[in-house]
């Protein structure tokens, strides 16, 4: 069975840490894998595309990178801040079936 | 339009009730999806549509809930007879193509059954 963990499941920092998501990925036959950010009630906001292809993807403080042999990906956040309070979200695009897999997110608050 | 809208944002319903939820992808995108996520969760599936066919509908739950795309843009989610069980955030998402870039999602429309 395809499935994506991510852990942990909550995570709170003092500003200014940088810290370092994880998401899991059963079966590394992926064409690509995306994260999320959610705010409480909201839609989600694409953050970062990595494709099968790639190793990492950068986005001014973030940092996404991709391990499909040991299916892993991680995201990295630099200088945590207090805006950067959110779930977030990854999301496998398995090979064979267009639809996304999710994981159940990071809720991630920074403490000012 | 210039990202995924989605109507109405907010609906309360009372059990038994037929609700229809509205989605407006991205200009140019070829591919929808719809999503449902319920609270402290992750967005599970339901279906996906390719220009106007549905192209995957394993995730919907039951022969309640129905989607279309009947010209390739707008899309509607249907659901008869809601259950309370039926409430939770649906998620519109769209793309360039199947298997060709970022998802994009509207803000969603959270539905409440009574």
């Known amino acids: 069975k395809q499935e994506v963990t991510q852990i942990p499941a909550a995570l709170s920092v003092p500003e200014g840490e940088n810290l370092v998501l994880n998401c899991s990925f059963t079966d590394s036959a992926i064409y690509n894998l995306q994260w999320f950010r959610q705010d409480p009630g909201k839609g989600l906001t694409s953050l970062l595309l990595i494709q099968s292809s790639q190793r990492e993807q950068t986005s001014g403080r973030l940092n996404a990178s991709l391990d499909k042999s040991s299916g892993r990906s991680t995201l990295y956040i630099a200088a945590s801040q207090p805006g950067d309070s959110a779930t977030y979200l990854c999301?496998?695009?398995?090979?064979?079936?267009?639809?996304?897999?999710f994981g159940t997110g990071t809720r991630l608050k920074v403490l000012a | 339009g210039a990202g995924v809208s989605q109507t109405p944002s907010n609906k309360v319903t009372e059990k038994g009730k037929y609700v229809e939820l509205r989605c407006d992808p991205i200009?140019?995108?070829?591919?929808l999806y719809w999503y449902r996520q319920s609270l402290g969760q992750g967005p599970e599936f339901l279906i996906y549509?390719?220009?106007?066919?549905?192209?995957?509908d394993s995730g919907l739950p039951n022969d309640r809930f129905f989607a279309v795309r009947p010209e390739g843009s707008v899309s509607t989610l249907k659901i008869q007879r809601t259950e309370r069980g039926d409430s939770a955030m649906y998620l519109c998402?769209?793309?360039?193509?199947?298997?060709?870039?970022?998802?994009?999602f509207g803000e969603g429309s959270r539905l409440t059954v009574l």
């Open positions: 200009s140019g995108h070829t591919a």
């Open positions: 998402a769209s793309s360039l193509g199947l298997n060709t870039g970022e998802l994009f």
């Open positions: 549509f390719q220009g106007t066919g549905a192209a995957d």
């Open positions: 999301a496998v695009g398995y090979s064979g079936t267009y639809k996304y897999i």
